[in-house]
């Protein structure tokens, strides 16, 4: 069997666990620099605000519904859910941690335990030591599971927040109640095919012939087929370096000269370089990117991005850097005003295995100097030290709503008077 454990609305929640006058109130949470809406509770979903929102377009609704709107705090979203994993992970000892506010577990060996309860042991000991509500969702298999914290998370009070699918009717019922698009792994182009298909539950997709699937969804969609059909094929994944790594963002205001976004594009370069060193590993290609706001609609549109092989693998923030404004200079045009921008290294190689040429290798004397960057900035903290190419300015996101990070700074931390 397997469980998944995801948490409620995760980053509204988290603004409400220091705030609870914010309880029942409608809550949302925007993006970097305050573009979007990244995150809504239950109220503000039914006010009508779609994910991906951009933020200015809806003012006025935030103002008539009384919309508390919070620049994204990542630092305290990251820490609250260390602290929830933390706890889960006392209940299993097989745990995947698949993103930030959700994550599976393996319950191998537990057939004599009563799993109800045990889902509901977590939930509420999650909630004690974080305050954060979660779903429980336990089935045969990982995308059964969830299926059945779908189900946890539609019907709180009638499953108590943890749903336990075991028989086939139980599944098969669960099975033609969730519509297609809100398969785990089905995406909406996807969906729109089995659509025109007549496929329009999941159970009718576990119906598909394998060859069908094969063919049409890749190897990929026959193993989603198999598990939602029971049998186990998506097992827990082991934590893995990642296979490119990328730094973007949107600026706080449009830039129009080489020089503004260069200064960006450095700095992006050499935020994926320490991850690279971070990992232990090399990149040999880096992939540059630039674009004007496109929901600036009266502005001259305009997007571009190169993908350049380096003469050599590297790490060193310097040498991605010049690599990342040789890139800029090939897509860079006048005359636009650019909103965001970005890097992305890939075609990774282990940095103790390097294939030498015989006229292009990195400068070894990069390591000395990137180690001792890397060790200043984790002391005194980041971006103490950088290139000259990413200028004297620090630059920072807008986040003009953003809310204390009680738990990460001494600063903020709530003191209570007695």
């Not at 599944?171 to 729109?192: F, S």
């Not at 049409?216 to 193993?223: C, Q, Y």
């Amino acid at each position: 069997m397997y469980a998944l454990i995801d948490c409620n609305n995760f980053y509204a929640s988290c603004e409400r666990i220091f705030r609870p006058d914010l309880i029942g109130l409608p809550l949302v949470v925007l993006s970097n620099n305050d573009g979007c809406v990244i995150a809504r509770s239950n109220e503000a979903k039914a006010c009508g605000i779609p994910m991906g929102a951009a933020a200015f377009q809806y003012r006025e609704l935030f103002k008539q519904h009384n919309v508390q709107v919070f620049s994204a705090n990542f630092a305290l979203y990251g820490d609250m859910s260390n602290r929830v994993m933390q706890t889960l992970s006392n209940y299993c000892i097989d745990q995947e941690i698949y993103s930030i506010d959700e994550c599976f577990m393996k319950l191998d060996g537990y057939d004599f335990v009563d799993l109800k309860e045990y889902g509901i042991r977590m939930r509420e000991e999650v909630f004690r030591n974080t305050g954060i509500q979660v779903s429980v969702g336990i089935a045969p298999t990982k995308s059964l599971a969830k299926v059945a914290n779908r189900i946890a998370k539609k019907y709180p009070k009638e499953s108590n927040g943890c749903h336990v699918m075991r028989s086939a009717a139980q599944i098969e019922k669960a099975l033609k109640w969730l519509e297609i698009e809100d398969v785990w792994g089905i995406g909406r182009q996807h969906a729109k095919r089995l659509f025109q298909l007549g496929v329009d539950t999941a159970y009718d997709f576990t119906k598909l012939s394998d060859q069908w699937v094969q063919k049409n969804l890749s190897i990929v969609g026959l193993r989603l087929k198999r598990d939602l059909s029971g049998i186990p094929t998506l097992d827990l994944e082991e934590v893995e370096n990642k296979k490119n790594i990328a730094s973007t963002r949107s600026f706080d205001v449009n830039y129009t000269t080489f020089d503004q976004v260069q200064e960006r594009v450095s700095t992006f370069s050499s935020s994926c370089s320490e991850k690279l060193r971070k990992q232990k590993s090399f990149c040999s290609s880096i992939t540059v990117f630039v674009m004007t706001n496109r929901f600036r609609v009266e502005q001259v549109q305009y997007q571009n991005s190169i993908t350049i092989d380096l003469p050599f693998a590297t790490n060193s923030a310097i040498e991605l850097s010049k690599y990342a404004t040789v890139a800029l200079r090939r897509i860079f045009k006048e005359g636009y005003a650019y909103k965001k921008a970005g890097v992305i290294v890939s075609n990774f190689t282990p940095d103790d295995v390097e294939q030498m040429t015989l006229f292009d290798n990195r400068d070894k004397r990069h390591d000395a100097l990137m180690k001792a960057l890397d060790l200043m900035n984790k002391q005194y903290g980041q971006h103490t030290v950088r290139l000259a190419s990413q200028g004297k300015k620090k630059w920072t996101m807008r986040q003009e709503m953003l809310s204390p990070c009680y738990t990460t700074k001494l600063k903020d931390i709530i003191t209570i008077k007695i």
